[in-house]
């Protein structure tokens, strides 16, 4: 059996500067209903978020991201065999990054652009790729447009097959990134680095990791990514199951075959629906005898409408293209200058109820399109989102739910309580027992703070968290005063982006340029002034809390599930456009921002 089935794309014209933002709200558009219909609807997101905090109120603490003894399996690498024996390594590198995906690609390949030879990657799986080494399973995909969310596409002179890049493809492009910029000539696999400390004296950062290793260097980026450590939910009893078990981002080829011919006689149980989940479930749902799919809250699904690249339209890319669409996108909407009137007359109050009414008429728009697919009226409404769209990963995909037309696949709803009790045989739910084959964990993933796996030790020996303990304090996300030399790729504080290399292009470039600042000037080590840190974390706090979308929002990873936080352990809400032009003046005065010694 075949992994998926494509239907025959749709013949449309591609424009190499179209938006990459699938939904944008405009405040300018007045609402289109009255008041109640919206308020009503908004009682009803409200009370499922109570729902679901009422059943686990204890927020992160619910999952565990500790996978070792009986949960070791769980993280254990399909995609290598044994470990590789070798030596611990004791030398000194330049610049050291922590993790080989996307972040640690785009930003190695800047400094290569500015002449640094000494770059090593140390990464945990046995390849470069990030989320695309790990994250195999079938129909794993990009969600957003692949010509913006591959990097280095004008670099590498490269245009992606699909306007959604399969799993294969990107991984093949991370690949080739390595390849091109000589990254694989240091690199080291299969190696998870467990303490970066700063030896102030010599100046630079003692690492170890857990194949012995005491390397040093002078600069380290931790590029672990946001979403790379794999949790799993805290169930009574599942130690206990009988069957084969697994967690997504290990999906077990060996036990399904690679198009999942050995799923053909077999009982198949799914924990999850987010975005993973999403993409898994059709494809399971054609080749298992049986497929039961355990939902707590059902995600958004949206129209994805993939269709391959139009060659002629690859062929006439000018160089430059996706820098272009970058700026289009950072640029945002252009308005007129009567917009902008318009606009600013507005009161504050009617500019978020418009963006609320009109949240709320595209979710409606989802749940219109649920009626239209799924053909049973009770796992319609079972799979209808009741939360503000982005509340939760907005997915986006045309054959999830067709998959529950399938006679053989079944929603065991759980209406916000989740599975919490499994047995030998299965999965338990108000009583009932759910025998099966086999169990898919798609959990998902710790959101990264600092350094996952990693003791951070910075001046005095401070640990980061510690320093985080009363509030995280960087500048952009990035630096953090106490910490020289040391850079955060992709963490709390930094602009959020749903697709998430615009973001860390913009970093990339930034550690780039403060790495070449210290080379060229001849110091040794760059530090956030103390000053420059309050100023980041004011801007922080001034930008977040202007709505109470995140308190009111279902659990979930973007809010920290359901926990309160403090105001400036967060992303910054002022604007991918200002967090670039904030980047932008403080370069143009670095001394003025920075330490330099």
Known sequence: MSETTE???????????????????????????????YDAIKQKFAEARDLRLSYRPDGRAQYTSD????????????????TEQRAPINDTVECLFIGG???????????????????????????????????RYPGAACDVSAYDYLPLLDEMNYVPGSFFAKGPEIFAHCQAIARRYDLYDLAVFQTTVTSTVWDAQAKLWRIGTDRGDTMSARFVICANGTLSKPKLSKIDGMQNFKGHSFHSSRFDYA????????????????????????????????AAKELYVFQRTPSAIDIRDDIPTDPAWAAALKPGWQAERLAKHMRGPV??????????????????????????EHQMRIH??????????????????????????????????????????????TNGKGITEI?????????????????IYATGFEVQVTGIYNDIRGENGLELNEKYAEGMRTVFGIHSSGYPNLFIMGGYQASFQFNLTFMLRTQGDHISECIRYVREHGYATIDAKPETEQWWVDEVIRHRGKTNRNRECTPGYYNFEGEENRRQDGNYNGGFHQYFLHLTEVKKDIEKHFKFE
């Open 67 to 82: 996978l070792t003894g009986e949960l070791a399996e769980y993280e254990i690498d399909p995609w290598t065999e044994a």
């Open 255 to 286: 036990y399904t075959g690679s198009g999942l011919s050995g799923l053909k006689d077999k009982v198949v149980g799914i924990i999850g629906t987010g975005a993973s989940a999403v993409q898994i479930i059709p494809r399971v749902g054609r």
């Open 7 to 37: 239907k025959a794309p749709t013949k449309r014209v591609q424009n190499p500067n179209a938006a990459a933002v699938r939904v944008a709200f405009d405040p300018l558009r007045p609402t289109e209903k009255p008041q109640d219909y």
């Open 101 to 135: 995906g996307f972040s640690a690609l785009l930003t190695a390949a800047r400094l290569r652009e500015k002449g640094v030879q000494s770059i090593r990657i140390v990464e945990r799986g046995g390849d470069v790729g990030g989320t695309w080494y790990w994250n």
């Open 368 to 413: 219109a399109r649920v009626d239209e697919i799924v053909r049973d009226k009770a796992t319609a409404e079972a799979l209808k989102p009741w939360y503000m769209h982005r509340c939760k990963r907005p997915c986006y995909d045309d054959e999830y739910l067709p998959a529950f037309n399938l006679p053989n696949v079944h929603l065991v709803d």
């Open 335 to 360: 308005l007129t200058e009567q917009q902008k009137a318009d606009l600013a007359a507005l009161p504050r109050e009617e500019k978020i109820r418009r963006q609320e009414n009109q949240n709320i």
């Open 423 to 439: 047995s030998k045989n299965g999965p338990v739910f108000e009583g009932r027992e759910y025998p099966v084959d086999v169990l």
